[in-house]
């Protein structure tokens, strides 16, 4: 698996690594190095961190300079629009006449 965009999903590999804060991605021009694409990013636990000695981070999106910054390779969550294009055309077949 190679390194994704969080936002995106557009491919990483020519990202050198430990990533920058500055670093941002060749297709959307999202930041990089935030909470989202960090593999200690965790949506269910107080603070969405599993590092319990990282300092709170508000915004998960946008840059910061957390010390425990580590790249996650399955970060990108994409998939939505698909989902909802299936789901409809699912409902729409369900009640048609």
């Known amino acids: 698996m190679t390194l994704v ?11 050198l690594l430990p990533l920058s804060r500055l670093d941002t991605c060749p297709s959307c021009r999202t930041d990089l190095h935030v909470c989202r694409l960090c593999r200690h990013f965790d949506a269910h636990r107080a603070g969405q961190c599993r590092e319990l000695a990282a300092e709170r981070v508000a915004d998960k999106i946008r840059v910061n300079d957390c010390g425990w910054f580590v ?4 970060a990108y969550r994409g998939g939505g629009a698909i ?5 409809r055309g699912a409902l729409d077949d369900l009640f048609k006449k």
């Open 5 to 15: 965009c969080w936002k995106c999903g557009a491919s990483l590999a020519g990202k």
């Open 83 to 87: 989902m909802a294009q299936a789901s």
């Open 71 to 74: 790249p996650r390779l399955e």
